[in-house]
């Protein structure tokens, strides 16, 4: 196994570690990303990483892992294993990323300590890794996260509400196709909301009224997945390929109503912004609605 992949490997047992508390804390993942880009020598690491690796880690990130899910990242954490001193810098990363925010729960400790025990009792002989790879192997299909990496790059407002289905927290009666194009929907209004980087309530309220009339959903899912949405999307990102999702899974006269809802959305607080409008005009230019139609929506929601 590559030092990218151990590396990789190590990064997703210490977001599960960190984790632990139910909690995972900024400081955490920067010293993350510290540990992904600099060894302890002061050396930067050529590890290379990709961004569908990176969209990987994220998954962790994103979300709390359970104890279940943590004992099978230790396991591939065991399986990468070369050498004692890959053993010791893996026990002294999981240390000091866990203890950056100046505190150690009890429950991380409880992790560390676990997962210390895992790799100490590790055998690093050449017999223990290939059996370590053989158990590796049959527990990967158990990470059934990552089987949803695809959902989670295209559309992370679909990922989470269609986990939070799978857990039984809420209920949508919706084929899956319409299901991924209401989470569209939701994402990009979400992503106009967010142009002044605060979503007010009378936005989100509007974004409740165009989920539970455009799906026929009641209030209470479409609230759930305005919140979702707002709490997924990071204006900060580019979204090229969300509003590339929306435009092949709708019409164009869908798409020109949904223009007139995101004009909508601007409009909840009395005003749409020059910012507001050009976020629009961006998303319209992407779903190749012409300049009349980005108009003709906008007037309607004016007048």
Known sequence: MSEKELMLTLAKVIIAAAWADGELRLAEVNSLKEMLLWSRSGRQRELDINQREWATLEMYIDAPVDAAEREQLVQQLQAALRTPKDREMAISALTDIIQADGTV????????????????????????????????????????????????????????????????????????????????????????????????????????????????????????????AVSKINPSEDYFRLISEFANSTTMAERGHFLEVLFTVADADGEISYDETEEIRHIANILLLSHDRFIEAKLKVTR
């Open 105 to 228: 729960t009890a429950e991380e400790q409880a992790a560390i300590d676990e997962i210390k025990v895992a790799l100490e009792s590790a055998n690093l002989g050449l017999l223990g890794q290939l059996g370590r790879l053989v158990r590796s192997s049959v527990n990967n299909n158990a990470l059934e996260r990552e089987q949803f990496l695809d959902d989670f790059i295209k559309n992370r407002v679909y990922y989470a509400v269609q986990r939070q289905m799978e857990s039984n927290e809420i209920e949508l009666d919706l084929p899956d196709e319409e299901l991924r194009k209401l989470s569209l929907a939701g994402a990009l209004m979400a992503r106009v909301a967010q142009v002044d980087r605060e979503v007010t309530e009378a936005e989100c309220g509007r974004m409740v009224e165009a989920l539970q009339s455009g799906w026929d959903i009641s209030p209470d899912s479409a609230a759930f997945v305005a919140r979702v």
